[in-house]
């Protein structure tokens, strides 16, 4: 299985990261999770800077992708040449976007007829686009998903897993990141949030 992580300039760390270490819990299945950005390197909303693992252009071959969140999405949506180069097919892909990442799905039209949860910040600019937004972490209809604020970035690494592999592997995943003597609460959150859309 080959997941990108799109993640642009301006990223938020938590819903790039978090999501990179949950999908890379999965071992020896042949999985390969990459950050695919439009430049060589991004800087996130705090200074942190990476280097891409993959370009927009392998978007299209990948099996999922998770479009990531970050303080310049709007600016990304604005930029014509950025958006043509981001390809995706819901009916061969599993396709999640975090936060600011559902305006994104919102203007490639991946939305349609599909609500959509995410953030207070960005919650104007999705329903402006003609897009409902639910007022809940996690939504999905088919191969498209969407999570709203930071911390439910495990919900859509886990329903990816689950999407892609089983929900046996995506409680694997989570009980290696939950907090230790909580792992049962925190895999039962998550199977609650994400089994109605499996």
């Known amino acids: 299985m080959n997941i990108s992580i799109l993640t642009f300039d301006g990223f938020n760390e938590l819903d790039s990261f978090i999501a990179l270490g949950i999908l890379n819990r999965v071992k020896n299945k042949g999985w390969k999770v990459s950050i695919a950005s439009p430049t060589k390197q991004v800087k996130s909303m705090n200074g942190v800077v990476i280097e891409r693992q993959a370009s927009l252009e392998s978007l299209s071959s990948a099996d999922a992708v998770i479009i990531g969140s970050g303080i310049k999405t709007r600016e990304v949506v604005a930029d014509a040449s950025i958006m043509a180069q981001i390809q995706l097919d819901p009916s061969r892909q599993v396709i999640g976007a975090q936060c600011s990442g559902a305006l994104i799905l ?27 937004v639910l007022n809940q972490a996690f939504f999905a209809k088919g191969n498209v998903a969407t999570a709203g604020g930071c911390l439910a970035s495990h919900y859509l690494a886990a329903w990816v897993i689950a999407r892609l592999d089983s929900i046996e592997e995506a409680k694997n995943a989570i009980d290696y990141v939950a907090p230790v003597g909580e792992n049962e609460e925190y895999v039962n959150r998550v199977v609650h949030n994400i089994a109605p859309y499996l």
């Not at 919102?106 to 409902?132: F, H, M, N, R």
Request: charged share 25%; aromatic share 4%.
């Open 106 to 132: 919102a203007k490639l039209g991946l939305l349609d007829d599909v609500p959509a949860c995410t953030d207070i910040t960005t919650l104007p600019w999705v329903k402006e686009a003609g897009v409902e």
